[in-house]
């Protein structure tokens, strides 16, 4: 249960992030966010451990604020990936390389309130 609730809080968030920011869209509805979501998490498990270990000094000097920049090199890759994927009907645009900074600040602080009120116990 906690892959659905992981799934779920990411999609939510995303959604929340495509209604704050302008700059970034989704098109193709429901299936759009989960697939996004899923990417995320997946990227989540496997490539942002290794680049919080690599990035290690930059996250310690900034007090943990590079962490964003991590994110949205994460929600960049999501971006490619769904584009590489080919998806019919199915596309993220984000309109500049700024946005995607604000979007990891807001996915960040969405899903941990999401996270607040679903809980897997």
Avoid: C
């Amino acid at each position: 249960m906690s892959i659905l609730y992981t799934l779920l809080a990411n999609s939510l968030a995303l959604f929340l992030v495509s209604r704050v920011l302008e700059g970034m869209s989704f098109q193709g509805g429901i299936p759009t966010f989960v697939i996004v979501a899923a990417i995320v998490s997946v990227l989540n498990l496997i490539l942002k451990p290794l680049l919080k270990i690599l990035a290690f000094p930059l996250v310690f000097i900034t007090g943990g604020l590079f962490l964003i920049v991590i994110n949205a090199l994460i929600l960049y890759v999501a971006q490619h990936l769904l584009t590489t994927m080919d998806f019919t009907g199915l596309s993220m645009t984000v309109d500049r390389p700024l946005t995607y900074l604000l979007a990891a600040a807001i996915f960040g602080v969405a899903n941990w309130l999401i996270h607040l009120f679903i809980k897997d116990n």
